[in-house]
């Protein structure tokens, strides 16, 4: 399975733009990347998926690199909701694989500050 | 409200004695997992089902046993629970693998 890599904290302030990095740079072709976030005691939440084409949706949008060996998640207006941890995942669409196994890895904590 | 639904939220039991954690979901889903979580590894996938009765083991199976014999439950089953299996546990549910999957509100479950 691809790997993923993140920083392991980040800070922002509420109300100003938090760009959460992730490099992938095992991708393969039939990986999509997705993005997931748990917020304290809750169970990890879908945030956002793209395969090539940076995508957009009402909590987030998704820069993928050209080479998509990185992305990043960018959350434009950060709230004091947004404090979870998030986790940047590869998953194989591909034929070859008939399962539906997330692989989390650590993930980045995100601190946002009033 | 379309949810998956974890009982119980909390269970501190004693080495050896079989316990069951129930998951439910009703949003007519195809697929569902269940993930232990504990600090410093991330979530690990423990079974998975593709449909009913279509069950298989993911990265950390031992000492757990699943079933699904009705598309919106997916029980979790520790036949003789040890001290190791102390965590957090996530059920969660998708479509299929191509869709987002929603997850439980967790089962912190204590092994003595």
């Known amino acids: 399975d691809a790997k993923t890599t993140q920083p392991n904290s980040m800070e922002s302030n509420e109300e100003e733009p938090v760009h959460l990095p992730c490099n992938h740079s095992?991708?393969?072709?039939?990986?999509?990347i997705h993005w997931y976030r748990q917020l304290p005691s809750q169970g990890p939440e879908y945030v956002i998926h793209?395969?090539?084409s940076n995508v957009n949706n009402r909590m987030a949008s998704l820069a993928i690199a050209e080479d998509r060996k990185s992305s990043t998640l960018i959350l434009h207006r950060a709230t004091l909701r947004d404090a979870a941890v998030y986790y940047c995942i590869l998953r194989d669409v591909s034929p070859l694989y008939n399962t539906d196994k997330l692989i989390f890895g650590t993930g980045t904590r995100l601190q946002v500050f009033p | 409200e379309a949810q998956v639904t974890q009982n119980p939220r909390y269970l501190i039991t004693v080495t050896g004695k079989k316990l069951t954690v129930t998951c439910s979901q009703n949003m007519n889903h195809e697929y569902m997992s269940w993930y232990r979580q504990d600090p410093g590894l991330g979530l690990r996938q423990i079974y998975y089902?593709?449909?009913?009765?279509?069950?298989d083991k993911g990265d950390v199976p031992e000492g757990y046993k699943v079933s699904r014999k009705e598309k919106r439950n997916f029980p979790l089953i520790l036949e003789s629970p040890s001290p190791n299996q102390t965590s957090l546990y996530f059920c969660a549910s998708s479509w299929d693998r191509f869709y987002e999957q929603y997850f439980g509100p967790g089962t912190r479950l204590t092994v003595t």
């Open positions: 793209g395969l090539t």
């Open positions: 095992t991708i393969s072709g039939t990986d999509y």
């Open positions: 089902s593709m449909n009913v009765e279509v069950t």
